[in-house]
């Protein structure tokens, strides 16, 4: 039997937890067809046949499943060699800091400058996303996260406390009595937070005129006249009006989340502490 070509088990755990050709072909950023080749490929090298082909989607045969504990340490093995390497680097090179959305935008992009000056080698890779990252797999190299995790292997500090105010633009609230608000609320994918949760037991009856994934655009919304939001402290609510009463009582710890392994590398570890110092002014 000839050696497996690493990249084709990289493509068999994809397709493994992806479940369907075009998931996996989305999670590594290429074509089904590459996924199907890579696929073929390893089945011939092993001799084995790793996955059956039916019209609705592929399924493991046994021989595939008893491979995936065996890939997923050989997988877990390179990542580690890689965090280990990066540690030897020099401030240099591109560094991955995942957050939400609204923090991507309203918090990190507007203070990043003078830290981007400090560190003249780093490329930042700033995105701004829902999902959590997974840092195990080196998806990112630094995620902020309202959550703090529990996995084993991770660096965790809290940075900020991020405190919520109901409000709504002046002329909207000289028009209307409280009954007759109407609010910007979350929708599906936000609704589980706990400021969603105090404003769905604030509006009673009142209705939502609007929801939205996205917090820029609640508070363009608010700003425009739409409606009454919640929304976060870090958020310019000069030009809307804050409402003290009812007063939001939600207080949320923002934290910073690392790899141990990647805390070491040089240019991680010097974004974090620029991440660090401007979220605890």
Same mark, same amino acid.
């Given at each position: 039997?000839s050696?497996?070509?690493?990249?084709?088990?990289?493509?068999?755990?994809?397709?493994?937890?992806?479940?369907?050709?075009?998931?996996?072909?989305?999670?590594?950023?290429?074509?089904?067809?590459?996924?199907a080749?890579?696929?073929?490929?390893?089945e011939?090298t092993?001799?084995v046949?790793?996955?059956?082909?039916?019209?609705?989607?592929?399924?493991?045969?046994?021989?595939?499943?008893?491979?995936? +504990?065996? *890939?997923?340490?050989?997988?877990? !093995?390179?990542?580690?060699? #890689? %965090? /280990?390497?990066?540690?030897?680097?020099? @401030?240099?090179?591109?560094?991955?800091?995942?957050?939400?959305?609204?923090?991507?935008?309203?918090?990190?992009?507007?203070?990043? +400058?003078? *830290?981007?000056?400090?560190l003249? !080698?780093?490329?930042?890779? #700033? %995105? /701004?996303?829902?999902?959590?990252?997974? @840092?195990?797999?080196?998806?990112?190299?630094?995620?902020?996260?309202?959550?703090?995790?529990?996995?084993?292997?991770?660096?965790?500090?809290a940075?900020?406390?991020?405190?919520?105010?109901?409000?709504?633009?002046?002329?909207?609230?000289?028009?209307?009595?409280?009954?007759?608000?109407?609010?910007?609320?979350?929708?599906?994918v936000?609704?589980?937070?706990?400021?969603?949760?105090?404003?769905?037991?604030?509006?009673?009856?009142?209705?939502?005129?609007?929801?939205?994934n996205?917090?820029g655009t609640?508070?363009?919304?608010?700003?425009?006249g739409?409606?009454v939001?919640?929304?976060?402290?870090?958020?310019p609510?000069?030009?809307?009006?804050?409402?003290?009463?009812?007063?939001?009582p939600?207080?949320?710890?923002?934290?910073?989340?690392?790899?141990?392994?990647m805390?070491?590398?040089?240019?991680?570890?010097?974004?974090?502490?620029?991440?660090?110092?401007?979220?605890?002014?």
């Amino acid at each position: 039997m000839s050696q497996p070509d690493w990249d084709h088990l990289r493509f068999f755990l994809a397709l493994h937890d992806a479940g369907t050709l075009s998931g996996a072909a989305r999670a590594a950023g290429v074509e089904h067809t590459t996924v199907a080749r890579r696929i073929d490929a390893l089945e011939a090298t092993l001799g084995v046949k790793l996955f059956d082909r039916f019209p609705k989607g592929w399924s493991l045969t046994a021989a595939g499943k008893s491979l995936v +504990p065996h *890939a997923r340490r050989m997988e877990e !093995g390179l990542h580690g060699l #890689l %965090r /280990a390497a990066s540690g030897t680097a020099e @401030l240099s090179g591109k560094v991955r800091v995942s957050a939400p959305p609204a923090v991507t935008a309203w918090v990190l992009a507007p203070r990043l +400058p003078l *830290a981007l000056q400090r560190l003249p !080698g780093i490329e930042l890779d #700033l %995105r /701004a996303e829902l999902k959590v990252t997974d @840092l195990m797999r080196r998806e990112s190299d630094i995620a902020i996260r309202y959550n703090r995790p529990t996995s084993p292997g991770l660096a965790v500090r809290a940075l900020t406390t991020v405190t919520y105010q109901l409000c709504a633009s002046e002329a909207y609230l000289a028009a209307r009595d409280p009954e007759q608000w109407e609010f910007l609320g979350y929708d599906e994918v936000l609704q589980h937070t706990p400021q969603h949760e105090w404003l769905e037991k604030l509006r009673g009856t009142r209705r939502y005129c609007m929801r939205s994934n996205d917090l820029g655009t609640l508070y363009q919304a608010a700003l425009a006249g739409s409606g009454v939001a919640v929304l976060p402290d870090y958020f310019p609510l000069s030009p809307l009006l804050r409402l003290d009463a009812p007063a939001c009582p939600v207080k949320r710890k923002l934290w910073i989340v690392m790899h141990e392994d990647m805390r070491r590398a040089a240019p991680v570890r010097a974004v974090a502490d620029e991440i660090i110092a401007l979220l605890s002014e």
